[in-house]
């Protein structure tokens, strides 16, 4: 069964720091990994999406990495902002349309 | 263009009643999904369905629980009887397409008491 891990399960900055989230998958036949963000009381917005066959996807702030092989994919946010904060899920789909969460980053940004 | 749209949005209940969780996918969205989030587990998924059939309810944890997607704009979960252990955040979401990013509700925060 894939296991995914997200490292640190907790994390605080302050304003303006580039800073570097990181999830790991034990199985790397992976159709795509994707990122999303939760609010406290909300349900998960996606932030970005990489298929397997691609490196890396970016969107303003925000970069995404995967490295398949190794079984590890980063978030890079630059310029860290307060309404940054928030929790940071990343989820591996495998067959079947099935996805497999994280844990978790819980981002504090402070002013 | 509305997301998905979860109701209730907060479920208090005694214990060995019936629950029932609604869902409405985005329109025009033919894959619906339905996760329960635990501070212990973490997001689990339960069911999915693919154009309204059930396509794998291996996540599903018993009997008790049980998922309908009658048309492609609603889907159920309802659990019957609920115990305590099932007080959880329940998620859907949808997507355009396999592969394709999921789109979530804000989700029903269900306590059995």
């Known amino acids: 069964k894939q296991e995914v891990t997200q490292i640190p399960a907790a994390l605080s900055v302050p304003e303006g720091e580039n800073l570097v989230l990181n999830c790991s998958f034990t199985d790397s036949a992976i159709y795509n990994l994707q990122w999303f963000r939760q609010d406290p009381g909300k349900g998960l917005t996606s932030l970005l999406l990489?298929?397997?066959?691609?490196r890396e996807q970016t969107s303003g702030r925000l970069n995404a990495s995967l490295d398949k092989s190794s079984g590890r994919s980063t978030l890079y946010i630059a310029a860290s902002q307060p309404g940054d904060s928030a929790t940071y899920l990343c989820a591996v789909r495998t067959g079947a349309n099935n996805l497999f969460f994280g844990t978790g980053t819980r981002l504090t940004v402070i002013p | 263009d509305a997301g998905v749209i979860q109701s209730p949005r907060h479920e208090v209940t005694e214990m060995g009643q019936e629950v029932t969780l609604r869902c409405k996918p985005i329109s025009g969205h033919n894959s619906l999904f339905w996760y329960r989030q635990t501070m212990m587990r973490g997001l689990e998924l339960l069911i999915y369905f693919n154009n309204n059939v059930p396509i794998d309810d291996s996540g599903m944890p018993e009997d008790r629980f049980s998922a309908k997607m009658p048309n492609a704009s609603f889907s159920t979960l309802k659990i019957q009887p609920s115990e305590p252990r099932d007080s959880a955040v329940y998620f859907c979401?949808?997507?355009?397409?396999?592969?394709?990013?999921?789109?979530f509700g804000d989700g029903t925060r269900l306590s059995i008491l």
């Open positions: 990489i298929q397997s066959s691609q």
């Open positions: 979401a949808s997507s355009s397409d396999q592969g394709q990013p999921q789109h």
